[in-house]
Structure formats: C-alpha cells, structure tokens
C-alpha cells in the first residue's frame, strides 16, 4: 500500500517505544510552536502573587511530550530556573511537605543548572527552604482546608508558640527573597493523574499552600477528569476546588486525522523495514489499514504501543501470515484486546465453509456461530468489525451478509496465506506449525521449481515424508500457475512420489494419501488444451516407471466416473490399459517386488479367475512377489463406539483377491508356506509379519464381522 512509504519526519522515534519525547527531533506533531507559546506565556505573566499552570489531557495525547519541550525552551532562558519534582517518591502528607521543600533547595543549588543572572539569589532561597522544611516536619495538613495550621495540633503539645511563630517569619523571608528575583523559578510536576486520590489531594494542597510563592510558576501536567473526581471526595466540588488552584490551563489538542494516519503508515514502514513480508503488495491492504487498523488509534502512544509489538509480531509469523492480516489483528490484540480474545475463541465461527444446501447444515452450529461473530462485532468500535469480517474473515459473511464461499475460496486463502483459513489463523494464534504441516517458504520453493522437472524433484526431495502430503494439498491451490509447457514435467515428479507415502493409515479418518498426488495431476491435465491433451498424457505415462503410478494416472485423467469425466480419449486409455497389462503380465520379479499398492495394479489390469488353476502373472509364485502381494491386501479397520474417543484397529486381508491372483486357494498357501520357508530365522518387517498373522487367522475360517 502507498501508505507504506510515507517518511514523515522524525518517525525515529516511534519505535523507541511509548516514553514521551524528550526534544524537538522527537516532535511528530509539531507541537513544538505550542510549546514556545506556553513558554511565552510562563515568562509574560504577572507571578507576583505565583502562577500554576496546567497542561490537560487523556491519558497518551502527548501531554509529557508538550511538558518536555516547553522545559527544553524555559531552560534556555538566562532568567528562569527549572525545578522538576516527581510526586511518585514521596508517602504521606509530612513526607510530601519536606520532600518537595528539600528538592526545591537542592535543585536550586545544583551548579550545574543554575543559571548565572540568578545564581546567588537562588543559592540563599534554597538555604531558606533547606530551614523552612526542617521547621515544617512536625505539621500536618488538615483534610479539606488547603493549607497548614496556623498552630500547633493539639496532638502536638510540645510544640511551642515561639516555634509557630518562627514558621510565619521563615515564610515571609521566603516571600520577600523570591520577591526580589530577577526571574523565575518553574516547578515541573508530572504524572499526576496517576498518583492515588489521597496523593493527588496532598499534592494540591502543597500547591496552593506554596503556589502564592512570588516569581514560582507550577507547570502541572494531568488528566483534568481523574484529578477532579480525586479533589471531589467528602462533599468538596473538585472542579470548582481545582479551579482556585490553577490560573491558566493548555488542553493538548487530539491529533488531527491526516497527520495520526500518516505517523501510523510511516511507523508500520520503519518497523517493517528490514523484515521479509508476504502479503505486501496485498490489494486489500489499502482497505484494511483505512477500516480496520486506522480507526482503533486516536494517539501517537497508541500507535507507539502498536509499533513496539508489531515488528516482533511479523518476524515470527510473517512467513506463514500475510502482512495485511498480521497488521489488522495484531492492532486489535494491542488496542482492542477484548475483542481479540473472542477472535481466538471462535477460530472455527470465523473461518469454516458452511454448504449451501440447506439439507447440508447444521442449524444449531449455525446458529452458536452467528452468536459468536455478534460478540466479535460488539467488542469492536462501530463498522470496524463488519469491515473485520468482510476483509479478514470473508467466511463468516454467512452470519453477517448472507454472503457464502465455497471450497475454491478456501484453497486460495490457504495459498493467500490468510487468517481466513483456519490453519494460518491458529499459526497466528499459537506461532506453531501442526504436526506434519510444512513451512510455507518450502511450498514456495516447489512452486518456484515448477519450470524444470529436475529442480521440482529436487525441491519435492526436500520435504520430509511427514510433511509431503500436506506439501501437496497447498501446492493444489497453485497448479493454475503452472505454465502449459511444463504440465508434463510436473506430473511426472508427482507421480513418482507415491512410494514415500505409507501404506499404513494415519488415523481413523485418513482415506489415502494417494489423493495429494493425483488431484494436482488431474488439475494439471484438465488445463491442458483438448487437441494436446493425449500427446501429454503419453508423455507422462512413458516417463512413469511404477505399474501403480501409471494405473493411478490412467484412472484420474480416463473414465473414473463415466464417459463425460475423462480427460483422455477413450482410444488412448484403451492403449494405455492394454500396455500396462502386459507389462504386468511379462513383468520380472525385480520390476514389482516393491511396487505399491501391488495387489491391487494386478487385479485391476490382468484378468485374475479364482478358479483357473493358475496365477494371474508368473512370477506371483515367488517369495519375494508372495510377500509384496500379501503385504499389499493388508488393511486395517479402525472403529469407536459412540460417546468414546477410543479407536479399535483390526488387520484385514484382501482374502477374495489374494485367491484370485493365484488362481485359488491352493496355490495362494503353497505360495505363502514358500515365503515363509525363505524367512526361516530371518527378522520380519513388521507390516509382513502382521499380513503373515493375518493369513493364518483367515486360513483357519475366520472372517471379520459385517454390518
């Protein structure tokens, strides 16, 4: 997005995290002319009498930042002398009293702040607060009235009345030093807002007790909301209180619309700068920055906020997320965390398919979802969750706009690498790939190598067996992309995969492998022009060495599901059918005796009668074509009852086919007494093993239930 570019000046400084500026190169709103005006104003003033001056503002619209830079002007000025009192360090009223009065004197005596016009007269009013202080401590304040009593407590018998006296006379020493100063003295207080109420109504005492000061300006920062509700307690009106107290008050003014979006857009360019993206050139970027993330910030700490996580956010998920996606609920978790939650509750609301065939849904799945994507839309500020929906999770537009998406929908969202697909959402979520998942920037490479056979088998060699299968189903979404010329070399490589894949089921609900391979093919197949389409297909098929490979391919691209299914001529799948017959047929022993899925390629091509008397091929008589046989009619059944997560598994062999091949009963135990013979005190790989005990539970009658 255009936004993306932007460099406004200064940006440096927001991704140094969410502390206020320190100086003018930090100034990204140019609050740096409201500065000087205050500064202006502190030193026109008439402060015989003292002067409190109070910068407003919710909490992060920059009212330290304004603080800072006005002291940096103040500073500057041969006649004003900064004083900076922190109110978090002191506990209690009579710790606040010799704390602040302490500080004063301290600061008023550092050599290396004192300015030179005022430096002996501020010298000798820090030895009289250093004095006015330690005659103070044994006071106290009394809740409400605003100032110290005029005599002792009555708890404090011992004090005497020569002492209280002694208190007016060292204040009026005070008042008559600070009123021959040829300058001024600013007290900077900050963060007030934050302090506790009982703190916050200390600290004002304090302030009107010494805020008469001559030549003492108090440049108080705070919340105008908080610290009113603090002065507000026991009957008091704390806007009318707060009033007495400070003469003239700057609300820091909201950032303006244009000036916020861009600082954002900047921000996200400097954070973003040197991190490989996907997704950067997204269409949908411009629309979820300006509906999604734009309207959650109303300050430049919010954004700061924002930008402190967000480079760390898309260093760890950018490869599997795509950029718009990571921007938009990475804004949400830091700004509206609420709302993120619920996100992370209902992944399955916000990114399954629903059927458009009304027979097809479940209404009380329908409906729990509807509520879910309801409570999303109300943690989120208004239209921001509907443009959420729309621009991040389109599929649950069924609940939101009728609006349905289909499983093509799902496959480009996969390849997209969007939130809208539930295994990119939950990497968001959980930054951890699922068992058997491959990284992204893998499938990229396959993808990247489909050019050159060569460079595709390669790329193909290097993704785990674990890992291929789920390699292939997001390859899937890609095949469109492959160019026309090289339809046949990717078939090839695909075909030559299925011996990676295990024969073995991997759960209940795995229905083959096979699958991941041959989808792409047909896919591939059917985009190739009808007038080429068989010249390709014997292309493939010649490069293909595996019988079971080739039948796989013959089956996908012919007449799997009628006449009007194929891709192929029925001419050509003719020839082909008939070459691999007798490639069976003639077949030697080391061409087929780590064939897969072997059983079932000689069922398939070669007429197999249980009664003739004979095999189906010769070399099916042989140990080592017995055992591939065997091993290949072994499956297994898995069943749970209901209500329980326990999965029962129970080898079954293909026993009618078995008997089929070798032409009958007789000659399937010849031929597996004679590999057992040549396993004799051999170790047996365990699937052999499983089919060898398989044999001889149906040898002896039995049989797996049916329902």
């Known amino acids: 997005m255009s936004e993306l570019n932007a460099s406004p000046e200064g940006r440096s400084a927001l991704t140094a995290g969410d502390d206020p500026i320190l100086d003018v190169e930090g100034d990204l709103l140019n609050r740096s002319r409201l500065a000087s005006v205050i500064s202006d104003e502190i030193q026109a003033m008439n402060v015989d009498r003292g002067a409190v001056v109070a910068i407003t503002g919710k909490w992060g619209t920059g009212k330290t930042s304004l603080l800072n830079l006005t002291a940096n002007i103040l500073r500057e000025q041969d006649a004003v002398q900064i004083v900076e009192f922190n109110p978090w360090f002191f506990s209690g009223t009579d710790h606040l009293i010799r704390f602040f009065f302490d500080e004063m004197a301290r600061q008023l005596k550092d050599s290396k702040t004192r300015k030179t016009k005022i430096k002996e007269a501020t010298v000798s009013i820090a030895d009289k607060f250093n004095r006015y202080s330690a005659s103070l401590s044994p006071l106290k304040f009394i809740p409400g009235v605003g100032g110290i009593l005029d005599a002792a407590q009555k708890t404090s018998e011992g004090v005497s009345q020569a002492f209280t006296a002694s208190i007016h006379e060292q204040r009026e020493e005070i008042f008559e030093a600070l009123g021959k100063l040829e300058g001024r003295i600013v007290v900077l207080v900050d963060d007030i807002d934050r302090l506790t109420r009982q703190e916050v109504r200390d600290l004002f005492r304090l302030v009107r007790l010494s805020g008469s000061f001559p030549n003492v ?31 003239t008050s700057i609300e820091v003014p909201p950032a303006a619309d244009e000036a916020l979006a861009s600082i954002l857009s900047g921000g996200m360019s400097e954070a973003l700068a040197d991190i490989s993206t996907f997704g950067m050139d997204d269409d949908r970027f411009p629309d979820i920055f300006w509906q999604v993330v734009r309207p959650l910030f109303s300050t430049v700490r919010d954004v700061k906020r924002f930008l402190a996580s967000l480079s760390l956010t898309v260093r760890a998920a950018g490869d599997e997320v795509c950029l718009p996606d990571l921007v938009a ?174 024969e073995d089921p991997s759960g209940m609900f795995d229905f083959g492998r096979d699958y991941t391979v041959l989808r792409p093919v047909r896919r591939l197949m059917e985009r190739v022009a009808p007038q080429d389409v068989d010249g390709v297909a014997r292309a493939v098929y010649g490069a293909t060495e595996s019988p079971f490979a080739r039948l796989s391919f013959i089956s996908i691209v012919g007449s799997r599901g009628g006449a009007e299914d194929r891709v192929i001529s029925a001419a050509l799948e003719d020839d082909l059918r008939a070459d691999l017959r007798e490639f069976i047929t003639s077949a030697p022993v080391d061409a087929l005796r780590f064939e897969r899925g072997l059983l079932g390629t000689v069922v398939q091509c070669v007429d197999c009668d249980p009664e003739s008397g004979s095999p189906a091929i010769g070399v099916a008589v042989t140990a080592e074509i017995t055992s591939r046989l065997i091993e290949t009619a072994l499956s297994v059944s898995q069943t749970n009852s209901l209500g329980s997560v326990r999965v029962r598994s129970e ?57």
């Open 217 to 247: 300006v108090y440049l108080l920062c705070f919340d105008r909301g908080v610290v009113e509700r603090a002065l507000g307690e026991d009957g008091l009106d704390g806007a009318a209180y707060l009033e007495k107290i400070v003469k």
């Open 329 to 502: 609920l990475e804004a949400i978790r830091v700004m509206r965390p609420a709302a993120h939650d619920l996100v992370s509750l209902n992944v399955r609301a916000l990114t399954q398919i629903h059927s458009l065939a009304t027979g097809s849904r479940d209404q009380g799945v329908m409906s729990s979802q509807a509520e879910a994507v309801s409570a999303i839309l109300q943690a989120s500020p208004e239209g921001l969750g509907r443009a959420l929906i729309r621009l991040v999770f389109p599929a649950a537009q069924v609940h939101t706009e009728n609006t349905w998406h289909g499983n093509d929908s799902r496959q480009i969202w996969r390849r997209e690498r969007r939130a809208a697909h539930a295994e990119v959402l939950k990497y968001y979520l959980h930054r951890e790939l699922p068992s058997g998942a491959v990284a992204s920037g893998q499938v990229d490479l396959i993808v990247s190598a489909t050019a050159d056979e060569g460079d595709l088998s390669i790329a193909l060699s290097e993704i785990p067996d674990r890992m291929l299968e789920d390699a292939l189903d997001r390859f899937l979404a890609h095949v469109d992309d492959v160019a026309e010329g090289d339809i046949a070399g990717v078939a090839i490589a695909l075909l030559r995969l299925f011996p990676r894949f295990s």
């Open 651 to 707: 080898d079954r062999l293909a026993w009618d086919s078995l008997i089929a091949v070798y032409g009958g009963e007789v000659n399937l135990v010849e031929a597996v007494q004679g590999l057992k013979d040549s396993l004799n005190g051999q170790e047996v790989a365990p699937r052999l093993q499983r089919a060898l005990d398989a044999f001889d539970l149906y040898r002896s009658g039995w049989r797996p239930r049916t329902f």
